[in-house]
């Protein structure tokens, strides 16, 4: 992975407050989420591409909205579960992770890692559509000001090959690129 | 590419093990939508009216609305579609929850059984992968339990399941099907389910629904949310409680049932308790409802929260939505809630309908007590008014001794049984359990909702005109000021004149022509919801909801690609309640059956009825016994069922009413 390190800049954080116990389950969230990242946007949706998902087991009262966050190639060396106020929660039931171990932030036909972007648009939107959507305030959208160490971002088409370079091998990709340009093939 | 919808039904025959993907015709949907109106297209073509709800060939149909799974919200609606076999009829029961637009994601609008399964088996639908699967181990068990058994055995966390319990498998008449927190339990098409040996449907898609004009469309839901918002924010103000905001009546947030139980009917839908509530149930109820209540829960893609999930200590966790803890509460005369959250457990596992269920037990009771029944029947039985419930439940939903004859329903039990029994079923329509709701005066409105509608419950069929007058022209004024879901400006001035008595009041007013108006806005809006596939809670069924004739054909428009006005929009509504009718028509349902209870109301008016009956076929252009006329078909490309009526010789019946009396 490269990273360039740079001055220190000002940067705004902006983060989902996620109540628990307000959400009544109604994944509204992975419907808009995916329909905005739709090309043309909202296009289709489908919450199998979401990147929030409801990890939610009603008998058990397990009511998790949780936002995809990075990509790994290999799973953790355990897996952690919660217990809260005597609930037991899923196993990996917060992570955020797109991950091996599960099939939630990847897309379903590439099997591409996916990862929530706030709705990143132009213009700027308010907050995330996520959060607009939940009528029940269990996703509430706050931003604060930090002093950071700025990382230039990697291209999302180098993220994605990153994690299949990890999954299949640096030759295989390259190999199987080569031969798609030699065939005229556009994927 | 096809929009909103998929374009390919399932089918599936179960006595061959055939698993087929049928790609479906466009031309339907510019017909009928999708949900109900393609679903009673499909029962016209495919069976003839002489066939027994039971029998093979009977196609059951699981169906998405046109709109299920797009963003649309609360359009999350599952039409179930067979012959009902307690009332002989088109039998179309729905459920919430979240197995529709799981199917849309799966690739499918509709998954249509045929044929029996020689053994009890699920299926598991996977997108392309479809399997029908043994599911011997599953017999008997609980439906709420099927569907957790299922999950895990699949290792599918996200899989949805619609399951039935040993209700269904015994082919009891009131038997549901159950869905997380949805279940459709009207007219026993669990039943069917069973018959057909299929114990339970998993699902799990990861598909995309396509949008025709998606910047279109995203504004035109972003509005309706934001008119959901509002709504929260203003409640309708001087009607009750219930009545006041949107969704199904929040019975899971509610815990003041002062009027449910001092208005509506306790046992056999006989005995109004009018001092029934006091401080100290208040109090009860109150801390009953709380301890047991886990989350407030909707179904998918809605804000709104009228399922509960309820974990009573040391029974298993089910979840619970509308009036269920109430009617086994009031069909049992117990007096503390506690009982109702208990047995609704049961009732949810064996999986049979909530409304019909208790009163039939009631039914029961009240015929032991009359002698019509005796200590035969019910040998074993507990005195307790708790314990006497749990115990006809189990034999009701087993089949055993008076449970057999009991699990057919009241109508057909009281047949059964004979010796007067007919006299104690009081309460139903077209054979079909009624609401315990015994009123005053004749409401010529509800009179014709009751009469003629064609899924025999009147939840399904009221909506958003206002059930009773307001009191002062002051609140009249504010009432019909944001009313913007009136589809003509005359139904506002029908609000400004309703009166409490006088000249202009029940049931004279609002008068036949206005009465036929209101009915058939309401019904229309029903028709649409159940072909989109959109919870009747945030359209025909509240006052002033999100969705309206104005914004239906906007939306079905942005999201099909089709072009449709408000008149594209209505014609289709008259095609598919003409078809729905004709369905009916040909199964034998004529002007003879169309009778609310004798006792609904206690002042009634025979002649006014019958003008409200003739005013209201003839609006829909039938004939005076109910069917539909060859011009009324012809103008809806209906031509086909007029040439079969003609065929069938009903034009040339004599009219059923004089029938009746020779």
Redesign the interface.
């Known amino acids: 992975m490269v990273t360039v390190m740079a001055e220190k800049k000002k940067k705004i954080v902006k983060t989902i407050k996620v109540d628990l ?1 307000k959400c ?5 969230c992975e ?2 989420c995916s ?1 905005f990242h ?1 090309e ?10 979401s990147r929030i998902r409801m990890i939610r ?5 397990v ?1 998790v909205p949780v936002y995809a966050g990075e990509y790994t190639s290999a799973e953790c060396m355990g897996r952690d579960k919660y217990i809260i106020d005597g609930k037991e929660y899923d196993e990996c039931g917060f992570c955020r992770a797109s991950c091996p171990s599960r099939d939630a932030f990847k897309e ?1 036909d590439s099997g591409l890692p996916l990862k929530c972007d706030m709705c990143e648009d132009d213009p700027p939107r308010e907050k995330p559509l996520c959060v607009e ?4 305030d269990a996703l509430i959208y706050e931003e604060r000001e930090e002093e950071v160490d700025e990382e230039v971002k990697m291209e999302d088409v180098e993220i994605g090959l990153t994690s299949l370079i990890d999954k299949y091998g640096k030759e295989k990709v390259i190999d199987t690129i080569t031969r798609m340009a030699e065939k005229g093939k556009n994927p | 590419m096809r929009y909103a919808e998929t374009g390919y039904n399932l089918e599936i025959d179960l006595a061959r093990g055939n698993v087929e993907r049928a790609e479906t015709d466009p031309k339907a949907t510019e017909l009928h939508l999708g949900g109900l109106g393609t679903n009673a297209k499909i029962l016209w073509e495919r069976v003839p009216p002489e066939i027994d709800p039971f029998s093979p060939d009977i196609p059951l149909m699981f169906s998405s609305g046109l709109l299920c799974g797009t963003p649309a919200p609360g359009a999350n609606r599952t039409i179930i579609t067979a012959y009902s076999p307690q009332t002989l009829l088109m039998g179309y029961s729905m459920m919430g929850g979240f197995w529709a637009p799981e199917l849309k994601h799966a690739g499918y609008d509709k998954v249509i059984f045929r044929g029996k399964s020689p053994d009890l088996v699920y299926i598991w639908i996977n997108n392309d992968k479809v399997e029908i699967r043994d599911a011997s181990h599953l017999r008997g068990k609980g439906a709420v339990e099927t569907q957790e058994l299922i999950r895990q055995e699949l290792n599918q966390p996200n899989a949805q399941v619609a399951a039935i319990g040993l209700a269904g498998e015994n082919r009891v008449y009131t038997a549901s099907i159950e869905q997380g927190r949805s279940s459709a339990s009207r007219l026993g098409l669990g039943a069917v389910m069973g018959d057909k040996g299929i114990k339970a449907i998993a699902v799990r898609g990861t598909k995309d629904i396509n949008i025709a004009k998606p910047a279109e469309f995203y504004e035109l839901c972003t509005e309706v949310l934001k008119y959901i918002k509002y709504r929260n924010e203003h409640p309708v103000p001087n009607v009750m409680t219930i009545l006041q905001g949107l969704g199904s009546p929040q019975e899971m947030l509610h815990t003041d049932e002062k009027w449910h139980t001092e208005n509506f009917m306790w046992g056999n839908a006989r005995v109004r308790r009018k001092d029934f509530w006091n401080k100290q149930i208040e109090d009860r109820w109150k801390e009953v409802q709380e301890s047991v209540r886990t989350r407030l829960i909707s179904c998918y893609n809605c804000p709104m929260k009228c399922g509960a999930i309820i974990s009573v200590p040391g029974i298993s966790t089910y979840m619970m939505k509308c009036f269920s803890k109430l009617t086994y509460t009031m069909a049992a005369f117990v007096d503390d809630l506690d009982f109702g959250f208990k047995i609704a457990q049961r009732a949810t596992e064996y999986g049979v309908d909530g409304f019909s269920t208790p009163q039939i037990m009631a039914f029961a009771f009240e015929l032991k007590d009359a002698g019509i029944l005796t200590d035969a029947d019910f040998e074993g039985c507990p005195s307790d008014s708790e314990g006497k419930f749990y115990w006809l439940l189990d034999r009701i939903v087993r089949r055993e001794g008076i449970g057999d004859v009991l699990a057919d329903g009241i109508h057909w039990a009281a047949q059964k049984i004979g010796k007067g029994a007919e006299e104690y079923a009081h309460n139903n329509i077209k054979k079909h359990e009624q609401l315990p709701l015994k009123l005053g005066m004749l409401n010529p409105v509800y009179f014709l909702m009751y009469a003629t509608g064609e899924k025999i419950n009147i939840t399904q069929i009221e909506g958003q005109f206002p059930q009773s007058p307001f009191a002062t022209m002051e609140e009249r004024q504010e009432f019909i000021s944001d009313w913007i879901q009136v589809p003509d400006e005359k139904f506002k001035q029908i609000v400004l004149d309703w009166e409490f008595r006088g000249e202009r009041s029940n049931p004279y007013y609002p008068t036949v022509d206005m009465s036929v108006d209101i009915v058939d806005w309401q019904e229309k809006m029903h028709y649409i919801d159940d072909s989109l596939g959109v919870c009747a809670g945030l359209s025909s069924f509240p006052l002033k909801p999100p969705y309206h004739m104005h914004n239906y054909p906007k939306i079905i428009s942005a999201a099909t690609g089709m072009d449709l006005d408000e008149a594209g929009l209505t014609q289709i509504y008259n095609r598919n309640r003409n078809l729905v009718r004709a369905i009916n028509v040909r199964r034998g349902l004529r002007r003879i059956d169309e009778k609310p209870p004798q006792d609904h109301w206690k002042k009634r008016f025979p002649e006014l009825e019958e003008q409200l009956l003739d005013a209201y076929y003839k609006f829909k252009g039938w004939n005076n016994d109910g069917v539909p006329t060859k011009e009324t078909l012809e103008a809806l490309d209906l031509g086909y069922i007029a040439e079969d009526f003609e065929q069938r010789g009903i034009y040339d019946e004599e009219p059923s009413t004089k029938k009746a009396s020779a």
């Open positions: 116990d009544n389950g109604c994944r509204a419907v808009i329909a739709a043309p946007k909202y296009s289709s949706n489908n919450p199998a591409r087991h009603p008998i058990r009262d009511y379903p959507w939940c009528l029940n």
